[in-house]
């Protein structure tokens, strides 16, 4: 009898213990839940040049910050882990990152979107980029009816340009806005290898549609997922990597980084498995063995490194059309991306300066007719008409002829933002 007694007791103990466990996990993810769910309390300061220095917290912006140590995200993963010191050759276009959002709560295969949370896109510019990264900026405020993030990485002497430039956009946009930032950095070691390999940055981007249209593909993500990329080439005939590559690269044609969404909380997370050695590294860990491995054999820079770690870490790459980062590459030969010949060009990649020659008058003309138009006016007489009669002077060029797909959803993107505008009269 003493026995069972005992046993029971025991029971009991254990019991006891297990529910203190249950409700403390409970409450903790409740706790975690109102943290995520915090709206923003009023408008932070759209200009916040902090430099990559402690920002003030404020409810709502968790996911902007270590809750722990209650940095900015971006300086908490460090910018010598990230894009903005990976160097390009001169012909091809750097890396724009759309940041994984700060307000998203995680729900195991795909990630929730809340209504009211901003988009994130961060810019890389040097030199004489500054225009070409501000027509950029300029394309993705004009279509866009959600309020913006900019997370600028720029050379020191080019951060009082960029304020003043953005402080002189109207008082009506730029309250669809916020900015940061920062100066390009380089990893503490190897710094002179880094600067030797690559050319500083480029940023030749123009958006179309809503930047929330892309932000939206998030929403698509498998839990695996990290990031996302569009395919080099959708012709194998004229791929490069499958053709010329000596290096790994991901699936048959490789993967163009010059548009590229990010999880970041997940890709900090990450171990990526290698070939360099049987230990998965994490993201910090992984680029310079990488470099210093493949360094005679990389020609594109950082696509190149993201090419080969994607090709041993295949599951935690999203593949997006080709519409959403269409390049000379996909009308040169004659079209060659399917999706935009049906839904037509979603971003605009204008890689190996056709936004400033004569080789592809198409990209140009677009380019041009963002650049002068002007804030405040009517962008179907001031934008969008005069394009395409801009257009039609480049039909003699195979991309000329594909103009047309260059304006389809940017009359959707305008007709749409017009729309939201006069309801909200």
């Keep these: 009898m003493r026995c069972y007694l005992q046993a029971f007791l025991l029971c009991m103990v254990f019991t006891f213990f297990s529910l203190l466990y249950v409700f403390n996990q409970l409450a903790s993810t409740l706790e975690d839940r109102d943290d995520w769910n915090l709206k923003e309390q009023g408008i932070p300061d759209r200009r916040s040049h902090d430099y990559g220095h402690l920002l003030r917290k404020r409810p709502g912006l968790t996911g902007l910050r270590d809750r722990e140590e209650e940095l900015d995200r971006c300086k908490s993963l460090s910018v010598s882990y990230w894009n903005p010191y990976w160097r390009l050759p001169a012909d091809v276009c750097g890396v724009n990152c759309l940041l994984d959002s700060s307000l998203r709560e995680r729900s195991g295969s795909a990630v929730k979107e809340h209504s009211d949370e901003r988009s994130h896109l961060a810019v890389v510019a040097c030199g004489p980029r500054l225009e070409e990264t501000l027509t950029m900026l300029k394309s993705a405020v004009l279509l866009s009816k959600k309020p913006l993030h900019f997370y600028v990485f720029a050379e020191d002497d080019l951060h009082d340009r960029f304020r003043n430039a ?3 956009w109207p008082r009506t946009v730029q309250t669809k ?4 930032i920062y100066p390009i950095t380089f990893p503490k070691e190897n710094v002179k290898e880094w600067k030797k390999l690559f050319k500083p940055c480029a940023s030749q981007r123009l958006f ?3 930047v929330e249209d892309i932000w939206a593909l998030f929403s698509q993500f498998k839990s695996s997922h990290l990031a996302a990329m569009a395919p080099e080439h959708e012709e194998p005939r004229i791929g490069w990597y499958n053709r010329f590559a000596r290096h790994p690269y991901y699936g048959k044609t490789g993967i163009n980084s010059g548009v590229m969404l990010m999880n970041m909380t997940r890709l900090r997370e990450k171990s990526f498995k290698n070939d360099m050695t049987i230990v998965a590294l994490k993201w910090e860990e992984i680029l310079m063995p990488l470099l210093q491995k493949y360094k005679l054999n990389i020609t594109w820079g950082d696509q190149d490194l993201l090419n080969i770690i994607f090709h041993h870490n295949p599951e935690s790459l999203y593949v997006f059309p080709c519409q959403w980062n269409y390049r000379p590459d996909h ?10 010949d049906q839904e037509g060009v979603f971003i605009l990649h204008g890689n190996r300066g056709v936004y400033h020659d004569d080789k592809q008058p198409a990209f140009r003309a677009v380019y041009e007719a963002i650049q002068k138009y002007t804030f405040g006016e009517d962008m179907e007489t001031s934008l969008l008409q005069p394009l395409e009669a801009s257009l039609q ?3 003699n060029t195979y991309c000329g002829r594909a103009s047309h797909l260059f304006t389809k959803k940017l009359k959707q993107s305008i007709m749409s933002v017009q729309q939201d505008a006069a309801q909200r009269r």
């Excluded at 806005?177 to 940061?180: A, D, K, L, P, Q």
């Excluded at 040169?332 to 399917?338: D, E, L, R, T, V």
Aim: charged share 5%.
């Design 166 to 168: 953005l402080d002189s």
């Design 177 to 180: 806005f916020n900015f940061t």
């Design 208 to 210: 179309l549609p809503p």
């Design 331 to 340: 009308c040169i030969y004659g079209s060659n991306c399917q999706q935009a």
């Design 393 to 395: 002077a480049t039909t």
